[in-house]
């Protein structure tokens, strides 16, 4: 197999993959609308897989690999095309998948995603948050709401990322990029220095533990606007557990922090249409005073039943966006089905 780096880089490009993925001793796979497709004609060979992570790494992080045992980066291909690298072991072998970054910040409405979005992003203060499966789209709509604020604010956006993925060209705004492991050391650490470098609008790429969670909650509650990611299904777990990461004689004060602290959340799912490519279903929660005090009280288990019936205030499950794509013919009921977090709240929108 004498294939090479860019002719399967190549191919992603061509075909519209999502992901492209080397593994020693298995062929090498992209990801086309959710599936994983096989482009070469036989397995990878370590030599190979050598040549391919001689291109791919940069000098600086062939440490980190032999130390962490995985890496991240991004890697820009020829001006074409920009990816998010993850370099890992397994059983003593080395793997990669790399993530597409799209070279274009597609706008809120170009990505059809919900008006409310433009809501969230025109507050001045407080805290928004992506949330869904990884590969599902988190960083594209947060790269969004960004893109509104640049293109329509004079405000200092600074962004602190693992690795930086969209890169933004400043137009109204100022905006600074910054990455973990080049620019800071880590993400508490930028959000420290972040009070420092006045910042209207401060984006975190994932919230991965309680030193970041807390001080993004600082700075959303000291006059600053922040965008974040996690790796949860929906609103409800999504705040139980950035509460449940505290220990818990600080969980009640967590609570009400960000009971004043948050403005939004939006769950997201990238669902396979009929013809081809992939349509976005949201869940949308907006803070409202009801909703406030639910997180007050530890009763975030009945943020959905507020969701249900807030259609009139721009609030939809997932559900019932699944339900739109169904009678829009976008999707089969079939996937709307596979994607449904509330099945029977899905049937009795069919």
């Known amino acids: 197999m004498a294939e090479t780096l860019k002719t399967y880089i190549e191919q992603v490009i061509e ?8 593994s020693v001793g298995q062929a090498v796979d992209i990801r086309v609308d959710d599936e994983l497709l096989t482009v070469s004609d036989g397995t990878l060979s370590e030599a190979e897989m050598d040549a391919i ?3 791919l790494i940069p000098e600086d992080k062939q440490t980190e690999l032999k130390e962490s045992h995985s890496v991240d980066f991004s890697y820009d291909y020829e001006g074409k095309a920009r990816f998010r690298v993850n370099v890992y072991e397994y059983k003593g072998k080395l793997a990669a998948a790399l993530r597409l970054i799209p070279a274009k910040v597609m706008t809120i409405e170009e990505l059809g995603l919900p008006e409310e979005l433009r809501e969230f992003a025109s507050n001045k203060q407080g805290m928004v ?3 869904g499966p990884a590969g599902h789209g988190k960083t594209t709509t947060i790269a969004a709401m960004i893109e509104h ?3 329509n604010r004079a405000d200092h956006i600074i962004t602190i990322e693992d690795p930086i993925e969209y890169l933004f060209e400043p137009k109204k705004s100022m905006v600074n990029q910054r990455e973990v492991g080049e620019d800071t050391r880590s993400f508490p650490q930028a959000l420290k220095m972040a009070l420092r470098q006045d910042p209207d609008v401060v984006v975190v790429g994932e919230m991965r533990d309680l030193e970041t969670i807390q001080a993004a909650i600082t700075l959303a509650e000291t006059g600053h606007l922040i965008f974040s990611t996690l790796h949860t299904n929906d609103a409800s777990q999504t705040i139980d557990r950035m509460i449940d990461v505290f220990p818990p004689h600080q969980q009640q004060q967590v609570r009400i922090q960000l009971a004043e602290s948050l403005m939004g959340i939006v769950s997201q799912r990238l669902v396979p249409k009929i013809n081809g490519g992939r349509a976005v279903a949201v869940e949308v929660l907006k803070i409202t005073p009801a909703v406030r005090n639910l997180i007050r009280e530890g009763k975030a288990y009945q943020i959905k039943n507020v969701i249900q019936t807030s259609g009139e205030e721009g609030m939809r499950t997932l ?4 339900a739109h794509l169904v009678a829009s013919g976008e999707i089969s009921e079939e996937t709307a089905y596979a994607y449904a977090l509330d099945k029977q ?3 009795n929108l069919l």
């Open 15 to 22: 075909r519209s993959a999502s992901d492209l993925h080397f």
């Open 319 to 322: 559900e019932v966006s699944l």
């Open 129 to 131: 948050l992506a949330v």
């Open 345 to 347: 709240q899905l049937a």
């Open 149 to 151: 604020i640049n293109a």
């Open 53 to 55: 992570l001689k291109e």
